[in-house]
């Protein structure tokens, strides 16, 4: 049996959420007795997080002060990629007040990521985004043990299992420091400020290199005895597919990911199969010609996921018939998910995301089809709303979660 | 975030599952301060729920008085399969007093099936089980609106759809009752007096007539937001397999389960391919043919698991062929399963765990090899404990938190 949060987070994620509130409203809302509500009130003011913001409109009686999160607060939210550092400086609404997104190579291990973020923090310090952190959200791409604060054998993270990535942080900054799977931000981000708002029980889906997913099961994240719940990338969907990079075969996300659609949409260009990918191919490999090779680039992909969804808007046959068959891998996996764990909602996000509604529909009609009629009568799936915010407003969410707990 | 539950709860359950305490050792064990624990006790005595039982033996001081649930305390649990009424009247401790177990096709509908539950109940009563019952449990094979009390497009119980079968059997004697799924009984029932005991995360798997999957996250039992969590019988593991009673093809349980592998055991006893059954099959006949046939039952199904397990002790490969098929079968499910929620422990349950180590060892063998190793590292793959008396054991807990709940 669960009860209800303590009141100081009660009153602080109002305030985060919804913005400066009259005292009277705020002792309505959270159903505080008046002395209770003083007391709290009066204490997170002493505490430095909430401040006083004028007066309210009156409400017939005796005007009632506004109080509002201190306007000095200031969270950093990280979304480490496979290939990119997303970073946003947050004020206590989560508003961002300072932005940076860069390539960066996760493999390149945690001492030179860590760095770089630390950099871009300090930087975001001398630019004027804030004096003080209250604290860091950070979103890694492998499994994370949430208790302790560390990757735990991500398989495409070398060099960072069990690595320190929490205490580090909160060392350099001086402030408390929480570090999740990127899935799991991603979902939290969603939930916060995206099309699950309010939902308590849903399935992010994030389809983008790899495939992973974040549960919310009763209004929180479930992370699994070991933190890798949701990992269904490496669910075998074809004993005879191709081998996957785990060395399995038939992987879901050997079969349909980021990677494996370049893979099948380079193939059609040069078999010749796709007269809208040929095309793209070669306008990709002129590009690459007349670009200065002094760069110590690896060679890009040439064909991305957009290319695909292009050709497909412009009907090529075979562009629509790679998305249909990668949506129709991901909705099976779904339909199974749904029958288990029977959720109210499903959100597709991640990089591949933009495949749109064509992806959509094939893994909705695969989902509605396979699993039990009672699980699907009233179960959306939807495109994410947040794109490639999702990850770092989910690290804002977690980070201000944390700084508010540790205020009790 | 999630606090501790209710001081009374937290007594009541103490003495259910420990017997007889002291009331120092109470408050010791629960963290309750010596007023507070008084005033609890007092409360719950007054409330007829617990009662003194004598003086504990000294600890150096004042002798301690001993307290412990009221021995007139008395539990219903009751696990409705599809073709069978089990019941026990259970004390406090939830030992049971009187014991019931009858077949009973659960299609004749909930008015014959109450009806008989009911006078079951009735007659315990007038076996001397129990003056008065304190909570009713009950266990249906089927979806269950956990919430409202009632099954919900159960599909193999025709007429239970939202039949209020908690209001009726509160009412018929005169307690609260609760209605849950019968998987998700036998899950609490296993972690209440099992192979599962105090695991907070794992899964329960019921192979009988059908295939179902009880969830345990975090303590409690998740039930999805339609009270259908774990309804894996209708996922579907072959397109090419057989048509499923439920009218998709190649569901898991239309390959493997109570019904399909009597059906493959007599398929493999007419060809003479298994001389095991087909031996079993002619005595099964013989023995139908000297019976009296005035009566009006079904031609019973003549070969069973327990005959493909004889078998298959007795060396008989296609016996074992039929047992290890549908180990891989249930295997490759629970490896997904596995690979999405990431628990402790995974207990298998059901008439079909009678297969016992032939079973198990093939399902390990696909859940290890296809899983993620971080999820597998520590996982125990293990049969029932309690075997028949799963899912009544789980009632009875189920009935004694509802009745415990109430006296708040």
Redesign the interface.
């Known amino acids: ?3 209800a ?2 009141p100081h ?1 009660r009153v602080l994620r109002l305030l985060r959420d919804e913005g400066p509130v009259s005292r009277a409203e705020l002792g309505d809302r959270l159903e505080l007795t008046r002395p209770r509500l003083l007391a709290e009130v009066e204490r997170l003011v002493a505490a430095g997080l909430i401040a006083e913001a004028g007066m309210a409109a009156s409400r017939g009686g005796r005007r009632s002060t506004l109080v509002e999160l201190d306007p000095r607060l200031r969270f950093a939210a990280v979304d480490l990629g496979a290939s990119s550092i997303d970073i946003e400086v947050v004020n206590g609404r989560l508003e961002p007040v300072a932005t940076y997104r860069e390539t960066a190579d996760i493999r390149s291990g945690p001492r030179t990521i860590l760095h770089r973020v630390n950099e871009l923090l300090h930087k975001a310090r001398t630019d004027g985004a804030y004096e003080k952190l209250d604290a860091v959200g950070i979103g890694v791409p492998g ?1 994370v043990s949430f208790r302790d604060g560390v990757p ?2 991500p398989p495409i993270m070398p060099g960072w299992d069990r690595y320190p990535v929490r205490e580090l942080l909160a060392r350099e900054h001086g402030c408390p420091a929480v570090v999740d799977n990127d899935v799991n931000i991603m979902a939290i981000g969603e939930r916060h400020g995206g099309v699950a708002h309010s939902v308590d ?1 849903f399935l992010f889906v994030k389809i983008g290199t790899g495939i992973g ?1 974040g ?1 919310h ?2 209004g929180t994240v ?11 990338g ?3 969907v074809d004993p005879n597919g191709p081998v996957c990079s785990c060395g ?1 075969t038939g992987c879901l996300e050997a079969l349909f990911s980021g990677s494996a659609l370049a893979r099948d949409a380079i193939a059609a260009a040069r078999s010749g199969e796709s007269p809208a990918l040929a095309e793209r191919l070669a306008a990709a490999m002129n590009a690459a010609e007349n670009q200065d090779d002094d760069e110590q680039s690896e060679p890009a992909i040439t064909i991305t996921a957009r290319d695909v969804a292009d050709g497909a808007a412009e009907g090529d046959v075979t562009c629509i018939r790679l998305i249909r068959e990668g949506g129709r891998r991901v909705g ?2 779904l ?3 749904v ?6 909602m499903i959100v597709i996000g991640g990089g591949l995301a933009q495949l749109g509604h064509v992806l959509l529909a094939e893994i909705r009609s695969v989902v509605y089809r ?1 699993s ?4 699907t ?1 009233n179960l959306p799936v939807v495109l994410s709303e947040l794109g490639s915010r999702a990850g770092v407003t989910g690290a804002a969410v977690l980070a201000s979660d944390t700084a508010f ?1 540790q205020a009790s």
């Open positions: 049996m669960h009860v949060d303590a987070l499994p735990v054998s029980d997913c549960i099961l009763g479930y992370r699994g005895v070991d933190g890798c719940a949701g990992d269904i490496h669910i075998q399995n099976g996996v339909a199974t998910l029958s288990f764990s029977n959720p109210s396979r039990l009629p009672l699980a009568g707990e």
